[in-house]
């Protein structure tokens, strides 16, 4: 099917050509809708995104207050979006602040509502910057902050340096010797 002269296969490769150059355009008419449509969903979900941030609480002096009392961690949201949810605790995090100090210490519930504490604990210093509100804590050993990313009575969401994310929610005393004393 080639002449001497070649020019069959021009007009084979010419034809050829034409013939992808059509499939190209009706491929990409083909895709024209759905590119609209994905415009559109990136578009709304930098719009919720922006809703989000935009939105995010914003934690007053007056709030402070609440960060008193027994926390117990329910779970962490790791950088990468991963999420470790603790079940039963051994241990709660007390915090006691005032006036933007105090201090923050581990402490084990026990089955009759009282708490196994210990001597040790982590003074807590309460610091506002630029919109946000950090945790600075340091022991004679080392120093170290989260900020304060959420807080209400019975939740509380730390982030570290790492960019973990600690959700706490508001702890209470257990009492299964059901012996009627109300825990403190």
């Given at each position: 099917?080639?002449?001497?002269?070649?020019?069959?296969?021009?007009?084979?490769?010419?034809?050829?050509?034409?013939?992808?150059?059509?499939?190209?355009?009706?491929?990409?008419?083909?895709?024209?809708?759905?590119?609209?449509n994905?415009?559109?969903?990136?578009?709304?979900?930098f719009?919720?995104?922006f809703?989000?941030?935009?939105?995010?609480?914003?934690i007053?002096?007056?709030?402070?207050?609440?960060?008193?009392?027994?926390?117990?961690?329910?779970?962490?949201?790791?950088?990468?979006?991963?999420?470790?949810?603790?079940?039963?605790?051994?241990?709660?995090?007390?915090?006691?602040?005032?006036?933007?100090?105090?201090i923050?210490?581990k402490?084990?519930?026990?089955?009759?509502?009282?708490?196994?504490?210990?001597?040790?604990y982590?003074?807590?210093?309460?610091?506002?910057?630029?919109?946000?509100?950090?945790?600075?804590?340091?022991?004679?050993?080392?120093?170290?902050?989260?900020?304060?990313?959420?807080?209400?009575?019975?939740?509380l969401?730390?982030?570290?340096?790492?960019?973990?994310?600690?959700?706490?929610?508001?702890?209470?005393?257990?009492?299964?010797?059901g012996?009627?004393?109300?825990?403190?």
């Amino acid at each position: 099917m080639t002449s001497p002269d070649g020019s069959g296969i021009l007009f084979l490769a010419i034809l050829t050509k034409g013939r992808m150059a059509r499939k190209r355009y009706s491929v990409q008419q083909e895709l024209a809708p759905k590119n609209n449509n994905y415009m559109k969903n990136t578009l709304s979900i930098f719009f919720i995104a922006f809703l989000f941030v935009g939105c995010q609480q914003k934690i007053k002096t007056a709030d402070i207050s609440k960060i008193n009392g027994y926390w117990e961690i329910e779970k962490v949201v790791f950088d990468a979006g991963k999420d470790k949810d603790y079940g039963m605790n051994e241990s709660y995090d007390f915090f006691k602040i005032s006036d933007n100090k105090g201090i923050r210490k581990k402490v084990m519930p026990q089955l009759d509502g009282t708490f196994l504490v210990n001597d040790v604990y982590e003074n807590v210093a309460v610091r506002f910057a630029d919109d946000k509100v950090f945790l600075d804590y340091s022991t004679s050993y080392m120093k170290w902050s989260e900020e304060l990313i959420a807080l209400s009575e019975e939740e509380l969401v730390l982030l570290n340096k790492d960019k973990m994310e600690y959700h706490y929610k508001k702890a209470t005393p257990i009492n299964l010797l059901g012996d009627g004393k109300k825990a403190e």
